[in-house]
């Protein structure tokens, strides 16, 4: 992934015909981006992709009754169990953007991960998204551990450092790089039984440009209730041509009949 000019508005949803038969490599729906899906896999345990509904992992329930983050009844969804070590046990979904990210130019998601599996010594459950540099490395992360009570930032060892406690009703995640080196992060519910306190803000800084974004699983444990799912990923231009990703949004199915059952 090399960079030859600022992204443009890019969008995606689980909801695009191209999930219809499931997430995998070389799946190329929504518009903007610069390819289709990839995925990595680590040596030991198990685990997959799939595309299914956010509202069954966790503790299995949607008190609201809103859907947590699908669209159209659906989500993007990993899974992976049963290995020995946080850097061999995982499974990563990774999209590259047509450019770099520019300043004043939000990347959104949304992201629902259930329970995260406390192991012993360094094989705990880790999971979230990274945007990433052009070789792969991460340049901003977002995650939670297994064990801890908050969300991280940009946070490799645990516990969290946000104030946003754990929830499986699933989060809206907005990254604006601010300047070259500096960005925000909002952090905010979706529906009405996410987290109390919501949404909230968190600044840092950063190096590099950011070029594509990674979904990852490390090893959060066996069963839907471990499952974790991200959906409506975008690109988001300044606030002057706002009006133009309105109009294209509404572009796009935001409900389809069928869906793929997790395995």
């Given at each position: 992934?090399?960079?030859v000019r600022?992204a443009?508005?890019?969008?995606?949803?689980?909801?695009?015909?191209?999930?219809?038969d499931g997430?995998?490599?070389?799946d190329?729906?929504?518009?903007?981006?610069?390819?289709?899906?990839t995925?990595?896999?680590?040596a030991?345990?198990?685990?997959?992709?799939?595309?299914w509904?956010?509202?069954?992992n966790?503790?299995?329930?949607?008190p609201?009754?809103?859907g947590?983050?699908?669209t159209?009844?659906?989500?993007?969804?990993?899974?992976?169990?049963?290995?020995?070590t946080?850097?061999s046990?995982?499974?990563?979904?990774?999209?590259?953007?047509?450019?770099?990210?520019?300043?004043g130019?939000?990347f959104?998601?949304?992201?629902?991960?259930?329970?995260?599996?406390?192991h012993?010594?360094?094989?705990?459950?880790w999971?979230g998204?990274?945007?990433?540099?052009?070789?792969?490395?991460?340049?901003f992360?977002?995650?939670?551990?297994?064990?801890?009570q908050?969300?991280?930032v940009?946070?490799?060892?645990?516990?969290?450092?946000?104030t946003?406690p754990f929830?499986?009703?699933?989060?809206?995640?907005?990254?604006?790089?601010?300047?070259?080196?500096?960005?925000?992060?909002?952090?905010?519910?979706?529906?009405?039984?996410g987290?109390?306190?919501?949404?909230?803000?968190?600044?840092?800084?950063?190096?590099?440009?950011?070029?594509g974004?990674?979904?990852?699983?490390?090893?959060a444990g066996?069963?839907?209730?471990?499952?974790?799912f991200?959906?409506?990923?975008?690109?988001?231009?300044?606030?002057?041509?706002?009006v133009?990703?309105?109009?294209?949004?509404?572009?796009?199915?935001?409900a389809?009949a069928t869906f793929?059952?997790?395995?």
């Amino acid at each position: 992934m090399l960079p030859v000019r600022a992204a443009g508005f890019a969008f995606d949803n689980a909801a695009q015909p191209a999930y219809d038969d499931g997430w995998q490599t070389g799946d190329n729906g929504g518009t903007g981006w610069g390819g289709g899906w990839t995925f990595e896999t680590g040596a030991t345990g198990q685990g997959g992709s799939f595309v299914w509904t956010s509202t069954q992992n966790g503790f299995g329930s949607d008190p609201g009754n809103d859907g947590d983050i699908d669209t159209g009844g659906r989500a993007w969804g990993l899974w992976w169990s049963g290995g020995q070590t946080l850097q061999s046990a995982f499974i990563a979904a990774e999209r590259p953007f047509d450019g770099a990210l520019s300043v004043g130019q939000t990347f959104r998601i949304d992201l629902d991960n259930g329970l995260v599996a406390y192991h012993y010594r360094d094989a705990n459950g880790w999971v979230g998204f990274s945007l990433i540099h052009a070789d792969g490395s991460a340049g901003f992360s977002f995650s939670f551990w297994g064990g801890n009570q908050y969300y991280g930032v940009n946070d490799f060892i645990p516990p969290g450092n946000t104030t946003v406690p754990f929830t499986d009703q699933g989060l809206r995640l907005e990254f604006t790089l601010t300047s070259a080196e500096s960005f925000s992060l909002t952090i905010d519910g979706i529906g009405n039984d996410g987290p109390a306190g919501l949404p909230v803000t968190c600044t840092g800084s950063i190096f590099g440009e950011l070029v594509g974004v990674r979904v990852f699983h490390h090893n959060a444990g066996f069963g839907s209730a471990a499952d974790s799912f991200t959906n409506n990923i975008a690109i988001i231009p300044e606030p002057s041509t706002a009006v133009l990703v309105v109009l294209a949004l509404a572009a796009f199915p935001l409900a389809r009949a069928t869906f793929s059952v997790r395995p």
